[in-house]
């Protein structure tokens, strides 16, 4: 555990009052349409290779820090991207246009995080290999039959660059509303594709990036030079390693003071580096009891048992019966327990949460505001010879799960239950207040049929929340790594680290959200990057924005 910092008692905290809610169980609603946020996603075009199918990011983030959040979408080959602005009353305006954002790419996984740390949120946007010249067509089943959409169905693009292979763009936020693409000056143009996530690998204060790299090359760890530049400073024994890497993580998962790299692989199990200081990175993986997994794709990091560390949940492929095919292994999710001792306990069979079909991305969020974080879980699989392998049928209805956390170390799926009939190929997901009315919402980016919106219904939560953001000072701006604990009356202490990216292909906002029960204030304590701690008292039912003191 780290030594004891002296403690600043805040209690001031800019806050939005929303409407408190009444209690019950929780529902939701299809409001894609409602919200402007109907669209296909691009379907695979000839030129496009497997990697296409399993596309269709998100990341949710305030990008005009009007506080409100807002959605970016990757196209895909077929579409161009879209930036959502939120109009603050349920709907969403495409301005990606005017954003200087609207390319049409094999685009990948979009993550919001402030490199520059000059206040405003830039976007890293990665892209997927896309054959282009020479290669077979797909299948014309895939292009048409299943989703609906003729190829010659294309966004036009304004920026025909965008579409070379490998090409990844840093979208620098100019703080008017605009955008200026500058990875190749910051030595970014060719970094990764799939999954990215943002933090401060090497301890110098500065959000470095880890982007992970699907098509048989290594994990690249970036340095973030503080300059506007970046230098590629991954270890010997992380680039050495395993080279089907969809989702990584920058958490300090046994809280010693240095982030860890915590990273799912597919067609291989996921991997535990222990940041053991100066840029050296230990593999403990099989002796912190984790990589059980195999087929590795999203990942949720949060203490979904309250005992005061970080648990691991991995998504994977599950099927009842051997799929018969080699690299596709069955033997779903895992959870793994934080034993708080630097080792996991393995406890997917007892927490009943292995069954989750073809799954992708997935996120800790407690939906009922109970205290106690949930799972909600995308799912779904289909490929161009699809038509040829039966056995995989199984996985063209995947539906999307909502496992409910029961407080006893279980978990029980209720989607149905909660109005969610979901069977869309999902693939990132994010959870999140969309419309800031005190319940939990959920978007799930969806390939070949796009984005759909579930809002969820504030006279049916069951308990009171407080939502937080954080602006640091000797800290990173929006406080990436930042541990948050609250304590509330008559719950468990909960605890939850602020990440910049972490799900498959998609990322939540820059912001935590508590669930409170009965509770109508709450003690929040924040342990900053920098080493400050501060205490806030807080009353529920509010967001609010803390300021490192």
């Not at 109005?419 to 959920?442: C, H, M, S």
């Not at 796009?450 to 939502?467: F, K, R």
């Not at 000072?473 to 609250?486: I, P």
């Amino acid at each position: 555990m780290r030594t004891p910092r002296t403690i600043a008692l805040v209690v001031a905290a800019v806050a939005v009052a929303v409407s408190s809610p009444p209690a019950f169980a929780q529902g939701f609603a299809d409001v894609t349409d409602a919200a402007g946020l109907a669209g296909p996603y691009g379907a695979v075009i000839p030129g496009d290779n497997l990697q296409a199918v399993m596309t269709a990011g998100v990341s949710v983030a305030d990008y005009d820090d009007d506080g409100w959040p807002d959605i970016f979408w990757s196209g895909g080959t077929k579409r161009v991207c879209r930036l959502f602005h939120n109009n603050q009353d349920g709907t969403f305006t495409d301005v990606a246009a005017d954003a200087g954002l609207a390319y049409r790419a094999p685009t990948c996984g979009p993550l919001w995080f402030d490199f520059d740390d000059d206040g405003d949120l830039d976007l890293f946007l990665t892209t997927y290999e896309n054959q282009l010249a020479g290669a077979s067509p797909v299948s014309p089943w895939l292009q048409f039959d299943y989703f609906g959409i003729g190829i010659d169905d294309l966004d036009p693009d304004p920026n025909p660059r965008s579409l070379i292979s490998y090409r990844n763009f840093l979208f620098e936020n100019l703080g008017d509303g605009t955008f200026h693409e500058i990875a190749e000056q910051a030595g970014l143009e060719r970094s990764g594709r799939f999954g990215s996530t943002a933090g401060d690998v090497d301890g110098d204060g500065l959000l470095d990036l880890v982007t992970a790299v699907w098509n048989g090359e290594h994990t690249r760890i970036y340095r973030n030079r503080g300059n506007g530049t970046f230098r590629e400073i991954t270890p010997a024994n992380v680039r050495n390693d395993h080279h089907r890497g969809f989702s990584p993580n920058v958490v300090d998962y046994d809280d010693d003071g240095d982030n860890d790299l915590l990273l799912a692989y597919d067609l291989e199990t996921s991997k535990l580096y222990r940041n053991d200081g100066g840029m050296l990175f230990t593999d403990v993986t099989v002796a912190a009891g984790v990589g059980l997994d195999e087929n590795g794709m999203g990942t949720s990091i949060a203490d979904y048992d309250n005992d005061g560390d970080l648990d691991w949940f991995v998504t994977a492929v599950y099927s009842p019966f051997d799929l018969g095919l080699a690299g596709y292994n069955d033997g779903g999710n895992f959870l793994y327990s934080n034993d708080g001792d630097g080792t996991f306990t393995d406890v997917t069979g007892t927490a009943g949460v292995r069954e989750g079909g073809w799954g992708w991305g997935a996120q800790f969020a407690d939906l009922d505001n109970d205290g106690n974080l949930d799972i909600v879980h995308a799912n779904g699989w289909v490929e161009p010879d699809i038509e040829t392998l039966p056995q995989l049928h199984q996985f063209l209805d995947d539906p999307l799960r909502i496992f409910m956390n029961n407080a006893d170390g279980t978990f029980t799926d209720r989607a149905l239950e909660f109005g969610v009939d979901d069977t869309e190929q999902g693939r990132g997901l994010v959870v999140f207040d969309y419309n800031r009315d005190g319940a939990l919402d959920i978007l799930v980016a969806n390939f070949g049929s796009g984005m759909t919106l579930y809002a969820g219904d504030p006279a049916q939560v069951s308990g009171d929340w407080i939502a937080i953001a954080l602006r640091g000072d000797a800290s990173n701006h929006f406080g990436v790594g930042a541990r948050v604990q609250v304590v509330a009356a008559g719950l468990d202490d909960q605890l939850q680290v602020m990440l910049a990216g972490q799900n498959y292909l998609s990322q939540k906002p820059h912001e935590l959200w508590f669930g409170l029960g009965a509770a109508t204030s709450a003690t929040v304590t924040v342990e900053w990057p920098s080493g400050a701690q501060s205490v806030h008292v807080l009353a529920a039912g509010q967001r609010h924005v803390l300021g490192e003191p």
